[in-house]
């Protein structure tokens, strides 16, 4: 018995060194924490509940019933074929980054960003699964997911490559599908990241208008034109509308993003995306589409969220989902709101756009939308550039990042390469990057202005 007390207090002393080490590495590689002062002026994730994640206002109680069942839809944990407990949604695979929209899209609230605690470090061996964690994915690190810059044979690549596979699973037996070979990528320089972005607030975003769009960015031209900024918009290949959504504006609707997530992150075929990525034979276990529309003849299955796909709540959650609601302004939050519009961070991350169209489920007209984007592409630099095309998004361009909700958010910039708001700004300033001269106009204010800009960040 004794014997038995002394290994456990030995276990957990162990574990707790270990646990002290990995956070001592990761917070290095994450906080930088051995910049300048100015790094500690950001105070960090705003507290108290969140302050996102409910629906929109002006919701029918048609579309608030479809709010409440399509937010429990999106944190569905899908298994291969739906039959483990609690892994009740099928079509897992064989690649996966991780198996809910809500694993990734957490923070604060389910629809966000990242989570502190990283998912992706126990789904590696969920189930019985094979996986091997790349030297990327720390349990204190941000959901991430990697594409690769280049095809061994040099031609341009770009697609997500995904973490893990079915392989060894209790659910998956027979299928034998190695993970791609991250070592390599990595030495070679070939592997990028991307965070998850929120989808708070998303419908009012699928609701500008492109002229309104466009408007925005012809607006200030004087101005834009002395610091160098001069951003595009991305455009759908399909129909030549202008597109927003992702980092890099590259998607153009909640559905078309639905649809291809469920396909890339979770390996789920849909209405969308109907084919599956990995073609492994030993790991096909289901027909296509493994998610579809409900065609039951059961009266009571008609309620829209039990008839309509995944794909379909998926889209649907984020939609009528409410943008995240600023904390109360205090002094010194204006006065950090009128240095961002001082110094030219407001040139790009305008405060706010009105729709300039009628929504499309609420049916109002011209709603102001407080998302501090432009929704244009601009060269960040060398500094961010991911060497990724996507639509006419250039490696170097990024869509300049919403800010609403950042208040609350934990990991910042696409690749989540800080957790610290002071160093997200300074990354913006590298050679060709068009916010150069505002981040220089930033490094000249006082220690009082960037106090007091960081706090506006947090109300947001
Ligand atoms: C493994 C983590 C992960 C999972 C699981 C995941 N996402 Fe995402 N999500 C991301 C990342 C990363 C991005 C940014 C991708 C980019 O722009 O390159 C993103 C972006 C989005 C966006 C764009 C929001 C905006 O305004 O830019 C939507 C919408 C979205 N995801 C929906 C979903 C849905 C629906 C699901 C479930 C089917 C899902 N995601 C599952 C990681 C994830
Ligand atoms: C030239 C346009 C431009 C200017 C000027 C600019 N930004 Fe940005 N900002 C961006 C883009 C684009 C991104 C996304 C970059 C990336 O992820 O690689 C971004 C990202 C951010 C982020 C991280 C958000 C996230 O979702 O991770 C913050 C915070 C931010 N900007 C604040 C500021 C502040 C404060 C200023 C003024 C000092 C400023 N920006 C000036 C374009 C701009």
Redesign the pocket.
Known sequence: MKQQIQMFVTKRLSLLFLALAVSIVTTGAFNNQNNSDSDSLDPGVRGGTPAAGGPRANLSSNYQQMFTASQLRFQEVDSVSGTLPNEAGSGLGPGFNANSCAACHAQPAVGGSSPAVNPQFSLANLDGATNQLPEFILSNGPVREVRFISNPDGTPDGGVHDIFTIAGRTDAPGCVDPQPDFATALAQGNAIFRIPTPVFGAGLVEDISDTAILANAAANANVKAQYG?T?VPNHSGNDGSITRFG?KAQNKSMLIFAGEAYNVEQGVTNEVFPNERDKTPSCQFNGIAEDDTNMATNDSAFAPSAYSSDVVNFAMFARLSAPPTPAPQTAQTQAGAQV?SN???A???TPTINTGATSFVTKEVNVPVNAFSDFLV?N?GSG?ADHVAQGNAAGNE????P?WG?GQ?IF???DGRTSN?VE??KA?KSHGS??NA??NN?ENLSHTQKQN?MLF?RSL
Do not use: D, K, P, Y
Request: glycine content about 6%.
């Open positions: 900024i951003g980092w961002f110094i030219g961070c040139l790009c991350h601009h960040m961010l990024f869509r300049t990042a800010l950042v958010r910042f910039l696409h708001l997200a700004i913006h068009e916010a505002v981040i930033f800009l960040l």
